[in-house]
């Protein structure tokens, strides 16, 4: 079946990076552009970037820029979302979704010193 | 970037009850609206898309109607398992945005 399948958990310092990866299977990876969306506990879904249909092309939201990379890697179906210079703040859940449609389960990151 | 605008940001109602929630686009965003239900620890799942498709294994109770910039979403007859929050997302323009989401409560 069509799915995404995040990595695990992760624990950071502030002031570092993560690097959340989304691994497409059961569907064309390249067919679907890829959106990266989180959720920080009790907030609201917060869009934070897309990666267009078969290309290179990307859009962050404003509050990101500079601080936000995707990137997919067509050979492996994988798409990928780093944050850099974190803070406490980005502690949320983060998602990706291959469209609106198709989305993994979430990666929970958690940024505290 | 275009602002989305739902009300109400929470409410209650009862079983059987039909629901209605509210997006507004700050801009003409034609058709391109999806509305996503989030449960706790749960992945969104998208429900409506082009303001009025109904996604597909998705029930019949919910609706969606409107384009330009006011769109309405609506659950006919509230069941236990639709306790979500709710949200509106734009698509028409980049970057996508969201709305601030609508928290429904069995009353």
């Known amino acids: 079946q069509m799915q995404l399948v995040q990595s695990g958990p992760e624990v950071k310092k502030p002031g570092t990076s993560v690097k959340v990866s989304c691994k497409a299977s059961?569907?064309?990876?390249?067919?679907?552009?890829m959106q990266w969306v989180r959720q920080a506990h009790g907030q609201r879904l917060e869009w934070i970037g897309w990666i267009a249909v078969g290309s290179t092309n990307t859009n962050y939201a404003q509050k990101f820029q500079g601080r936000v990379t995707i990137t997919r890697d067509v050979s492996t179906s994988t798409a990928y979302m780093e944050l850099s210079s974190l803070r406490s703040d980005d502690t949320a859940v983060y998602y990706c979704?291959?469209?609106?449609?198709?989305w993994g389960q979430g990666t929970l990151v958690t940024v505290s010193s | 970037d275009i602002q989305m605008t739902q009300s109400p940001s929470s409410l209650s109602a009862s079983v059987g009850d039909r629901v209605t929630i509210t997006c507004q686009a700050s801009q003409d965003i034609s058709n391109y609206l999806n509305w996503y239900q989030l449960k706790p620890g749960k992945a969104p799942k998208l429900l409506i898309y082009d303001a009025s498709n109904l996604e597909t294994g998705v029930p019949s109770r919910f609706t969606g109607r409107g384009s330009g910039t006011v769109f309405i979403f609506t659950i006919s007859s509230l069941q236990p398992e639709d306790i979500a929050t709710y949200y509106c997302q734009q698509y028409d323009t980049l970057p996508y945005t969201f709305g601030q989401g609508t928290k429904l409560a069995i009353k």
């Open positions: 979704a291959a469209g609106s449609g198709i």
């Open positions: 059961g569907f064309t990876f390249t067919s679907a552009a």
